[in-house]
């Protein structure tokens, strides 16, 4: 009850206000944590010195109010997603270096398409749609919170997007049918796995590093391309996207080869600005076991 009264008497009216005014909002979260404890403070700091160790204290501090900044953003943008327009969210994120997908608008085809969380992945989801030409599916891990939960798929998906919980992935790649939509079934490959004995051992900023499996173990099963998704942040509440062919071949790969090139593409962005990419996840929480090579 208390979760439905915050949703309707608190998040939906402020959603409904005006971009510009959700950013002062933004200006004054970003203030607090400039002079209060800012949200897992501890974690991103952490994260920060073990990704780039050749970076001094002021430098890792600098990128990480940068981050803050972008996080309280972050904050009121996916606030604003529970009312936003066709049209706004259509021009705030736009669409690049997707033509080379054309000929393949056909019934039954199908891409599975690896990202990170960079940039603004919620208003991807939300707006994907209205640019591709795919049907686009993602995966995700439902919250406990059935009401939250289903505010949430219904948020992502009010232009299109369909959300599927990661068990039924599999299936759902089972009962594609040659005369579906095209589609794009994403994937959020830079997430951490719950169980390191099960995921792949990979190199991310240097780093042992355990990597969901999922999108590669679906690729060579199914023989399905692959896609990189490539998020670009172009000024405030204004981002773009792009695809990029990672591999029509998947089965030709050498094993790893999938995610572990898309965790290097991940890391290429995030180098080239590192204010963009979720610091506050605890990517690298497992060790790897020792009888793993």
Request: proline letters at 6%; one cysteine or more.
């Amino acid at each position: 009850m208390f979760t439905r009264l915050i949703y309707y008497c608190v998040i939906i009216p402020i959603s409904l206000l005006p971009m510009w005014i959700l950013y002062r909002f933004s200006d004054g979260l970003f203030l607090l944590f400039r002079f209060l404890k800012p949200y897992r403070n501890r974690l991103v700091l952490e994260n920060l010195r073990r990704a780039f160790p050749e970076k001094s204290q002021a430098e890792i501090q600098e990128i990480a109010w940068g981050f803050y900044r972008h996080f309280c953003d972050l904050i009121v943008e996916s606030i604003k997603s529970f009312t936003i327009s066709g049209a706004e969210i259509k021009r705030r994120m736009a669409a690049t270096g997707i033509d080379f997908l054309d000929p393949f608008k056909k019934p039954g085809t199908t891409f599975l398409l690896g990202a990170g969380h960079y940039g603004n992945w919620e208003w991807y989801a939300v707006s994907s749609q209205l640019h591709s030409g795919f049907q686009g599916t993602g995966i995700y891990k439902p919250l406990s919170n059935k009401f939250l939960d289903g505010k949430m798929r219904e948020t992502r998906c009010r232009f299109g997007f369909q959300m599927i919980p990661m068990k039924e992935a599999k299936d759902w790649l089972a009962q594609r049918k040659p005369s579906d939509a095209p589609g794009i079934l994403v994937y959020a490959s830079d997430q951490s796995p719950t169980d390191p004995r099960k995921a792949h051992w990979g190199k991310f900023f240097g780093m042992d590093t355990a990597m969901l499996y999922g999108i590669e173990k679906h690729a060579r099963e199914t023989g399905l391309p692959v896609l990189f998704g490539r998020i670009r942040r172009l000024k405030r509440g204004h981002y773009q996207y792009q695809y990029e062919m990672l591999t029509s071949n998947p089965r030709e790969t050498p094993e790893g080869w999938i995610i572990e090139e898309i965790h290097r593409r991940v890391e290429k962005q995030i180098r080239e600005d590192p204010r963009y990419w979720l610091w506050t996840h605890r990517r690298w929480k497992h060790a790897k076991p020792a009888d793993l090579t």
